[in-house]
């Protein structure tokens, strides 16, 4: 069934090409788009039901195409920002930019005009668990640790550790959202996605970009270019991991029931797929060894580097992110599906298609090339 109108802010990033994707699946949706940039939906650009505008929301000429689109739009999906750990404590200005202010007026909007507006937040907003506090630091206790909507509270380090800069501009968006509709009637859904892992993620430094990237394209790019895995502070974070195909039926599933999932807060993510950064590191190496059939991979070196040198001063981690999602399973009727095992295989098989064997067959270095998005993965 089609949605209708839809306004994406954002959607030229990762999840936005994956949402693209589903969405121009179907006919009958009509896409208002907007993303800094075009690369991972070029497959798309062609497509008379994707308007799309390569410009910055937070523009004076984005503000007046956005109320008319606003306007006769079914749903408002706001995925833009800046989400990248390595740029909350160096970044800092840009990020609460990115963020929070460039989205106020377009939260007004919707507000004004009585729009539904899927939220994009982060498990991020509730920072470290209460058992890290803990003298101990023990997991014993579930209720001390598991991430839950609307009881679990929200605790984020000291200011001079910028890394909750992220955090708190989201967690001050949640607030915004919540109150345009408690005061003004705004319909809203709240999305807080944890580690969805699939094609497209970030960029590969060295083939597509510069910089350090998000865990999953940071070590793909160290196994692909033979390099060192380079593990923060021992690896000791752990992570819940979704695969990217069942954080989008979850998307889906919002979308299809607004009668059962507005007006909510959900965590998306898989709770059967923990794993510390180190075991993450361990089995990225293993399955990299399967798709290339290469058993040296097995033994391909992991360094640990402590956070300070890594991502610089004012970094912290967040310890552990297990969520409950029994929100979503009762309201949406969404499950998980896929084990971390098949995200990972899934998700590396189309690294390597994408940046070593089309890389390899279009004659360039692979460590020199790599385009966002496979012409396998566009078809
Ligand atoms: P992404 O960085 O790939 O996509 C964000 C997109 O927003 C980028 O393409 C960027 O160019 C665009 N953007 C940023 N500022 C903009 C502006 N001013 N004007 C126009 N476009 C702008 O990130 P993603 O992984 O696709 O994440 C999407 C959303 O989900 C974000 O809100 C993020 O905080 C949230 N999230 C994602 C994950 C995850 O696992 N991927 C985890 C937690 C939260
Ligand atoms: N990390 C790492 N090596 C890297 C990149 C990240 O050890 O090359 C760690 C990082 O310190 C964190 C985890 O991996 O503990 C996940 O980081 P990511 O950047 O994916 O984002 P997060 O899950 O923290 O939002």
């Not at 907003?125 to 014993?140: N, V, W």
């Not at 319909?187 to 990237?213: A, K």
């Not at 502070?233 to 695969?243: E, Y």
Request: charge should be negative.
């Amino acid at each position: 069934m089609p949605i209708g109108n839809i306004v994406i802010l954002g959607c030229g990033g990762y999840i936005g090409s994956h949402l693209l994707d589903r969405l121009l699946r179907e006919p009958g949706n009509k896409i208002f788009g907007w993303d800094l940039e075009h690369r991972k939906i070029e497959h798309h650009l062609g497509n008379p039901a994707l308007n799309f505008e390569e410009s910055n929301i937070g523009s004076t000429y984005a503000r007046q195409r956005l109320e008319e689109q606003v306007a006769s739009a079914d749903v408002v999906i706001n995925l833009a920002a800046i989400c990248n750990p390595a740029e909350y404590n160096t970044e800092p200005l840009r990020v609460l930019d990115a963020n929070l202010f460039d989205l106020q007026p377009v939260l007004r909007m919707c507000a004004e005009q009585r729009k539904w507006l899927i939220h994009f937040s982060t498990s991020e907003i509730y920072g470290r668990t209460i058992s890290s506090y803990l003298p101990d630091e023990s997991f014993d206790d579930p209720d001390l640790y598991v991430l839950k909507e609307d009881e679990t509270p929200l605790i984020m380090g000291p200011i001079r550790n910028q890394r909750w800069t992220y955090a708190a501009a989201k967690q001050v968006v949640e607030r915004l959202v919540y109150a345009y509709h408690r005061e003004r009637g705004m319909p809203f859904t709240v999305i807080r996605p944890l580690n969805f892992f699939g094609p497209r993620m970030d960029y590969l430094p060295g083939h597509d970009g510069d910089g350090v990237p998000r865990v999953l394209a940071s070590f793909m790019a160290a196994l692909i270019d033979r390099k060192p895995l380079q593990l923060v502070d021992g690896g000791w974070a752990r992570r819940t991991i979704v695969s990217i195909d069942d954080a989008m039926d979850a998307v889906m599933a919002v979308l299809q029931q607004p009668e059962r999932s507005q007006n909510q807060f959900f965590n998306v993510g898989n709770p059967d797929n923990e794993v510390t950064v180190r075991e993450l590191a361990e089995l990225m190496r293993t399955v990299y060894a399967e798709i290339t059939d290469d058993k040296t991979y097995l033994e391909h070196p992991i360094h640990d580097v402590s956070a300070a040198d890594f991502y610089g001063a004012g970094y912290e981690d967040c310890d552990r992110r297990m969520p409950s999602i029994e929100k979503a399973k009762a309201l949406l009727g969404w499950t998980p599906r896929k084990s971390l095992r098949t995200t990972l295989q899934e998700t590396m098989r189309a690294y390597h298609e994408t940046y070593v064997v089309q890389a390899a067959a279009s004659g360039a270095p692979a460590e020199a090339t790599g385009p966002a998005v496979s012409s396998e993965e566009a078809r």
